[in-house]
């Protein structure tokens, strides 16, 4: 039960409360100041609480769900989680979204690690808000490909950041998909393909967009023919990560798709200690859960709408 405090231990105990919480100054330098105890300035703190006279607010972020982020982290037994405000349909987002990224990256990334990326438009937003880095190598970790409303591609991204950097660069000029198996195994063999993809064996941190098997919600479902989507879908695919398929309980799903691809393996992305997964809009849950359930992501940098669908008692873990 709190104690009565009459008119001038009130004052007193704001007194205290303003010189500790907004000055900053030390119970031990308060307690000489005032003349009483330290032990009777830690309890006039405490009753300070009690009484109301101060009252805790954890502030809100402009660009960051605070406590949304958390939430998702703790469920989902993250390293890192940041829901940006806002919904995929919303162009705003896509910039917040890639500048949030960017800001994660630079705050974990450190000159001991090696950086793995894609090509994928959250990775491109994301390294165009980067204008400083750690000066580490950088390894292209998939193929190319065309998508008509954008001008990079893995080389570009890889070579942009590694500028910046200053480090060296692992690039290879290839297709992310090809018409066979056979022309991919060749393609994996080429020098630059062979070595960049060995270099993906030291990569620490990594990137990468998250696609929902779905028209417009991956570039990979774009690019393909009819014929491979509906293979894909009648396999269980729900989503993509750099190529690499998956269902919704985040098992492997091979298609014939699968040895067409120039990119790592599911596998070798699970092997990577860090790896960072980018995604907006609620079309994209199923995708992120899924990537999650197979532990081909570590951390986070979605929307308000995929984490609240991350966190629905209606999609079980």
Do not use: T
């Given at each position: 039960m709190t104690e009565?405090?009459?008119?001038?231990?009130?004052?007193?105990?704001a007194a205290v409360a303003r010189r500790h919480y907004l000055a900053g100054e030390s119970k031990v330098d308060i307690a000489g100041a005032l003349g009483i105890s330290r032990f009777k300035v830690a309890r006039l703190l405490d009753l300070a609480h009690e009484l109301g006279i101060v009252r805790i607010e954890i502030a809100s972020d402009q660009i960051v769900d605070l406590q949304l982020s958390e939430e998702v982290r703790e469920a989902w037994e993250l390293h890192h989680c940041t829901v940006v405000l806002g919904h995929g349909a919303d162009a705003v987002a896509?910039?917040?979204l890639g500048r949030t990224a960017a800001e994660l990256l630079c705050e974990v990334v450190t000159d001991k690690d090696v950086l793995g990326l894609p090509w994928a438009r959250s990775v491109s937003d994301m390294i165009r808000s980067i204008t400083a880095f750690p000066r580490i190598p950088i390894v292209q970790l998939s193929g190319s490909v065309v998508v008509p409303d954008e001008t990079t591609s893995p080389v570009?991204?890889?070579?942009?950041?590694?500028?910046?950097?200053?480090?060296?660069?692992?690039?290879?000029?290839?297709?992310?998909?090809?018409d066979d198996a056979t022309s991919a195994t060749v393609m994996r063999r080429q020098p630059s393909v062979a070595s960049a993809l060995a270099a993906a064996d030291r990569v620490t941190i990594a990137v990468a967009g998250i696609g929902a098997w779905a028209p417009g919600q991956s570039t990979v479902y774009d690019t393909i023919g009819p014929e491979?989507?509906?293979?894909?879908v009648s396999a269980g695919?729900?989503?993509?990560?750099m190529g690499i398929y998956y269902g919704a309980d985040g098992a492997p799903v091979p298609t014939h798709l699968t040895d067409r691809m120039v990119t790592l393996t599911g596998d070798r992305l699970r092997a990577v200690p860090e790896v960072i997964g980018i995604a907006r809009g609620r079309n994209k849950a199923q995708a992120v859960r899924g990537a999650l359930r197979g532990g081909l992501l570590k951390s986070l940098v979605i929307d308000t709408e995929i984490a609240q669908s991350l966190l629905a008692g209606d999609w079980p873990r």
């Open positions: 009565a405090l009459g008119p001038s231990a009130r004052v007193l105990a896509r910039e917040d570009d991204i890889v070579g942009r950041i590694a500028r910046i950097a200053g480090g060296e660069a692992h690039l290879f000029y290839a297709p992310l998909i090809l491979d989507r509906a293979e894909a695919v729900v989503g993509e990560v």
